[in-house]
């Protein structure tokens, strides 16, 4: 039954505290896949604008990495081992996840110069930042620590923020130029 005393089963003070912090959650999950979508769309506006010449190798790169992914997914610490579980050949497989390989370098490539052109900078201090974050939601605070402190995991960290304000970017960017649009209709 929904009441306070499920509530309080809960740790909630009494249901009418529980209904609005289960709303309130909703309502911050669907603003965040909200704006999740926006990204995606506008970053794919981008790429439509875009000519992306690469090298073949980078895609190849990029499936041997997803192919990675998917063996251990399924619990497998190699490909071959996990080829050989699989009704298909490695060249099938390769073929299947291309368009997605295609598509993740074009992406990148794409914000890449896109921060390039925009001078999309991350300082130190954010990077610090967001390693405070991931650090104070383990329990192994220390451990963690030590794991972050090193450079190509701040390297890593510095790329995915660098991703992040690019992608911001192109969300104002997009959205400005829909109200622009609509001053301009009216």
């Given amino acids: 039954e929904l009441n306070d005393e499920l509530a309080q089963s ?6 009418a505290a529980m209904k609005e912090k289960v709303t309130a959650d909703l309502r911050a999950k ?6 999740l979508e926006l990204r995606w769309k506008a970053l794919d506006a981008a790429v439509e ?12 790169r990029e499936i041997d990495g997803l192919l990675t992914d998917e063996a251990q997914r ?6 071959i081992d996990y080829l ?5 050949t490695e060249e099938e497989l390769r073929e299947e996840l291309r368009p997605i390989a295609k598509k993740r370098v074009t992406n990148s490539l794409v914000l890449e110069k896109v921060a390039e052109e925009e001078k999309i900078e991350i300082s130190p201090a954010e990077v610090d930042n967001r390693v405070g974050e991931i650090a104070g939601s383990v ?10 402190a090193q450079p190509q995991v701040r390297e890593s960290i510095e790329q995915s923020l660098r991703t992040q304000k690019t992608l911001d970017l192109l969300v104002r960017i997009v959205t400005e130029s829909e109200d622009k649009a609509e001053t301009k209709e009216e």
């Fill in 49 to 60: 604008l875009s000519k992306v010449d690469y090298p073949p190798i980078l895609e190849e």
């Fill in 30 to 35: 669907a603003e965040e896949k909200k704006h």
């Fill in 139 to 148: 329990e192994d605070k220390e451990k963690m620590a030590q794991l972050l």
């Fill in 10 to 15: 809960a740790g909630y003070d009494n249901f």
């Fill in 84 to 88: 050989k579980r699989t009704s298909k």
């Fill in 74 to 79: 399924f619990g497998y610490r190699e490909v």
